[in-house]
């Protein structure tokens, strides 16, 4: 396969996955921000919650602070934001 064909596989792949993560993270009601007018990022900055943003294109989300990538998808990312507090 060419790299033009294998390029625009991944465009299309990384595209479904935007459209259902973001689905899903819309229908979870939880608040975001998108990060600049590209849409790419959203921002997660709920008081008593650790600062995330998530990347809808891969699935993938950082944390502040840490320099781990978690990844699994919207649905993964709901169950791990539900459980997460910051103890002050």
């Not at 459209?19 to 008081?47: D, H, Y």
């Amino acid at each position: 396969m060419s790299d033009n064909i294998l390029r625009q596989i991944r465009q299309e792949r990384h595209a479904q996955w935007y459209q259902q993560n973001t689905a899903i993270i819309e229908s979870a009601q939880i608040p975001f921000k998108w990060a600049g007018q590209q849409k790419v990022t959203m921002l997660f900055r709920e008081e008593n919650k650790p600062k995330v943003d998530f990347y809808p294109h891969t699935g993938r989300w950082r944390v502040a602070g840490v320099k781990k990538t978690f990844r699994g998808g919207a649905k993964s990312f709901i169950q791990w934001y539900q459980k997460q507090s910051i103890q002050g």
